[in-house]
């Protein structure tokens, strides 16, 4: 990635005043960019806890305590990449169809002018806009998914659109290519025996969390591996992780994988042709002393380092 003016964020002011993510100077020139961390504040898709929409704010809060340098992976992502705080995406918090037509609009800009955007959300309906906006650039997307949920179902509360069916509008729209789809950490009760036919009919490889439980993070690391070489959207809804690490989220479920497994998972992107993550459901005001917050900008700091 050509990088002729690297961002050094150990000259940048501790306490600048203004909030952005890891203290990076906020950049709205796409030519001068990269990478761009993105904030989508939306959580109209929310059909249950709802706050999401103060998630960007929050990491970006917290985010400050994330040191540059990457010790395990040796490098420090500001170094090699021209990377800066965007802004938010302009998002409609009365009409969710407005809302992802904003977010297709405005992505869409940033994937034209060939940079990697790093968003966090907002809930998980902003997927389908990102990758409405990606697809149009890159073709059609292989996926990495981290979730306790599916989100493959058909409709909620009579919508099409919303946190739980961003997916399978995905697949039916032609943006991401199912059996080059591998979701990471399911569980917990769901609706109906056929939760997951739709996921079995067109080839998504969905891993159980039970299979992570008996057989450890070999099982999505090897599924992974299957995707190298192929452009490929990285989404990770934070309820992926067990609420006893990540207890601000919109439906906590236990049972889920722990934050060391996380980020283990996230280095694994190292080498893989990825054009773009996104980070969604961090709650806030269901927060514990910041540790989800904490654990989102951790999250995209590892992501960061993969590129």
Known sequence: ???????????????????????????????????????????????????????????RDVSGSVKPYNIAMKVNP???????????????????EASHRL????????????VIPVSVGGDHSISLPILRALAKVHGPLGLIHFDAHHDCWDKYFGSLYGGGTP???????????PKKMVQIGLRGPGY????????????????????????GIKVPLEEMDRLRGEKTYVTFDIDAID????PGTTAPTPGGFTSSDAIRMIR???????????????????????MTSILAATLAFEYLSTL
């Open 78 to 96: 500001y170094k090699k990449h021209r990377i800066g705080d965007y802004g938010d995406f302009l998002t409609n918090p009365l009409s969710l």
């Open 167 to 177: 997916f399978r509008r995905a697949v039916e729209e032609g943006l991401i290519n």
């Open 1 to 59: 990635m050509n990088n002729p003016q690297p961002i050094d964020s150990q000259e940048i002011p501790r306490f600048s005043g203004i909030s952005t993510f890891m203290r990076l100077p906020h950049i709205t020139d796409l030519s001068q960019l990269d990478v761009a961390i993105i904030g989508i504040p939306f959580d109209g898709g929310q059909s249950y806890r709802t706050g999401s929409r103060f998630g960007p704010r929050s990491v």
């Open 243 to 246: 609420p006893a690490f990540a």
């Open 268 to 290: 694994h992107l190292k080498g893989f042709n990825t054009v773009g993550f996104d980070v969604v459901e961090v709650q806030p005001m269901y927060d514990v002393s910041s």
């Open 192 to 215: 109906a025996e056929d939760d997951y036919a739709f996921g079995k009919e067109h080839g998504i490889r969905s891993i159980m969390i039970e299979e992570m439980h008996d057989h």
């Open 103 to 114: 977010i297709t609009e405005q992505m869409l800009k940033v994937a034209e002018a060939k």
